[in-house]
């Protein structure tokens, strides 16, 4: 094997084993076991022009059940998998006690010890939909961590993966939508 090739196919396992075993792609073996909703809009409905750029922009409601035992803390992200660079963070969160059913509208999530890290537009928090184009999707992710991530509150994305990898011992999902005209 002439040395570029096997460069080749080693940087093609490692995109592969990182691209299965992130917060991006759960592992399949891994059951969806929390339950996650909002009483704002239901999975697969519209999110409201509130939750969204068009609106006030603030974070929806979220309620969850089903963490499993021996979760040390909870983790949220937000993205749209439809962007045109590729699944784009809307809002990071963990440090979520898994005592917790759930989130309140807007975000007082300060207040609660929750850090919120740094979103797909560089500032912390949330940032609702804005998508350039057409309706995308949008995925409210819930895990269930065995660890309470140690990372600073302005990590990122792939801060938090790394820091996540391995930990996640369940998982749910919300999934909406949301189009601009």
């Not at 784009?88 to 979520?96: K, P």
Request: charged share 15%; net charge negative.
């Amino acid at each position: 094997m002439k040395p570029r090739t096997g460069l080749l196919l080693l940087l093609l396992a490692a995109a592969c084993i990182a691209a299965c075993t992130g917060v991006e792609n759960a592992p399949p073996s891994m059951p969806q076991n929390v339950e996650v909703a909002s009483p704002a809009f239901a999975s697969g409905e519209s999110i409201p022009p509130l939750y969204t750029c068009d609106g006030d922009d603030i974070s929806p409601p979220l309620t969850w059940t089903g963490v499993p035992p021996g979760t040390m803390s909870l983790a949220l992200v937000m993205d749209d998998p439809d962007a045109p660079g590729g699944a784009f963070t809307h809002w990071l969160a963990w440090n979520i006690s898994p005592g917790i059913g759930g989130l309140p509208e807007g975000e007082a999530v300060a207040e609660m010890g929750i850090v919120q890290g740094t979103n797909g537009f560089g500032a912390p928090g949330y940032a609702g939909p804005c998508p350039p184009g057409g309706e995308h999707r949008y995925r409210f992710r819930v895990l269930a961590l065995d660890t309470v991530p140690g990372i600073s509150p302005d990590a990122g994305r792939g801060e938090f993966d790394r820091a996540a990898e391995g930990h996640i011992i369940g998982w749910g999902e919300l999934q909406a939508t949301y189009g601009r005209a």
